[in-house]
């Protein structure tokens, strides 16, 4: 059994406890996701990436003149939101303890990089996708998804104790 990564004190911050090689994954993708989300804001054209786009979802997918003013309206405030809880990630990734704040941030970032990682390896509900053995070159990523959506799972639970 794994021993919890997040756990609320008796103060009401929370905890941290990861071994050094999760806190190198967790260092790690922080300036992964910054460089897709930069690179998503210079991009002009909806679509240009399909990861990225999960993050910028279209409000109005059957009309281009309202989907263009709602992305001139929500964009920038969109990807503000999404560099802020990223910046929290980054600046205390090496952190032992957190505020509520700064671990719904965590929640936030670790949600985005699984939607970006989710569309990239093309993972269902069915989950048939996944590879089926450890030389596959896209076991590392599933690994990686797989170990995220884990922790998110422990900070939603230690969030809601």
């Known amino acids: 059994?794994?021993?919890?990564?997040?756990?609320?004190?008796?103060?009401?911050?929370?905890?941290?406890?990861?071994?050094?090689?999760e806190r190198d994954l967790i260092r790690s993708i922080g300036p992964q996701l910054r460089e897709v989300l930069v690179d998503r804001a210079t991009a002009i054209e909806d679509g240009a990436d399909p990861a990225v786009d999960r993050l910028f979802p279209a409000a109005y997918p059957d009309d281009e003149e309202r989907q263009a003013e709602f992305r001139l309206l929500a964009h920038d405030q969109l990807l503000e939101s999404h560099l802020g809880a990223l910046g929290v990630l980054e600046e205390t990734a090496d952190a032992d303890r957190l505020d509520e704040d700064q671990l719904l941030a965590w929640m936030r970032a670790i949600n985005h990089v699984r939607l970006v990682l989710g569309v990239r390896l093309e993972i269902t509900e069915e989950g048939d996708e996944r590879p089926r053995s450890p030389r596959d070159p896209r076991a590392p990523a599933f690994a990686v998804y797989d170990y995220l959506t884990y922790l998110?799972?422990?900070?939603?639970e230690a969030l809601s104790g």
């Open 1 to 21: 059994m794994l021993r919890r990564r997040v756990k609320r004190g008796r103060d009401g911050g929370f905890d941290l406890r990861f071994p050094a090689e």
């Open 152 to 156: 998110q799972g422990e900070i939603i």
